[in-house]
């Protein structure tokens, strides 16, 4: 069993719609992050949360400790969110990875 | 603003070559790391540094692999004799001793024929 588990693996979507990305993980863990990664493959830091909900733009990470579970959501979608967002958790020194949600935006 | 730098953006080498991937971490940051993504597949951790040592490493970090910070600047991984399921992506990140956030550089491409 992977340790971190996103759901879904793609997502299509029209253009406005609101977007939820699902992440669960199974260790113990010291923060949560996630990332968003372009087809050019370059990795950029959204969030870094170890409690509660942040807040950037259009973007809004969640957390709940007790279930071991983070949601990303993305309001008025766009075409330029076009990208593979990762979950991936702080454990011991390292960053333990998801496979990635695969995002399209239709326009 | 500051940002975590690699060179070369893309390497193709021969299998059996010793290749260096460089990376150059935020000035003040004191943690690194190198994680690698084969093609279609996630990104996964090979080893993190701190204090001039490794402070872990993944199975996939074997005796074909090490991590070298040379001066005050740069952090260097090195494949000894590259294989063909080496051919990845390798990214290095840096993170400040105040927060687990991690900073990416861009990636190294790293084909081996």
């Known amino acids: 069993k992977n340790e971190v588990e996103q759901s879904p693996q793609n997502l299509t979507a029209q253009e406005g719609e609101f977007i939820t990305i699902n992440c669960s993980y199974s260790?113990?863990?010291?923060?949560l992050h996630w990332l968003q990664q372009h087809p050019g493959g370059g990795i950029v830091s959204l969030f870094m949360?170890?409690?509660?909900?942040k807040k950037h733009g259009r973007l809004i990470a969640t957390i709940n400790i007790q279930e071991k579970h983070s949601s990303l959501h993305i309001t008025a979608s766009h075409p330029r969110d076009s990208a593979v967002y990762i979950c991936?958790?702080?454990?011991?020194?390292?960053?333990?990875w998801g496979a990635g949600t695969k995002l399209i935006i239709k326009p | 603003e500051p940002e975590v730098t690699q060179t070369p953006s893309h390497q193709v080498t021969q299998m059996g070559q010793e290749v260096i991937l460089r990376c150059v971490p935020i000035?003040?940051?004191?943690?690194f790391y190198w994680y690698r993504q084969i093609l279609g597949q996630k990104v996964e951790f090979l080893v993190s540094?701190?204090?001039?040592?490794?402070?872990?490493k993944s199975e996939i970090f074997d005796d074909q692999f090490s991590v070298e910070r040379p001066d005050g600047s740069n952090f260097t991984l090195k494949i000894r004799s590259t294989k063909l399921e080496d051919s990845a992506m390798y990214f290095c990140?840096?993170?400040?001793?105040?927060?687990?956030?991690?900073?990416f550089g861009p990636g190294t491409r790293l084909t081996v024929t």
């Open positions: 540094f701190y204090n001039n040592e490794i402070s872990e």
């Open positions: 949360l170890s409690s509660g909900k």
């Open positions: 990140a840096s993170r400040g001793q105040e927060s687990y956030e991690q900073y």
């Open positions: 991936a958790v702080s454990s011991n020194y390292q960053l333990i």
């Open positions: 260790v113990g863990i010291s923060a």
């Open positions: 000035s003040n940051h004191l943690y």
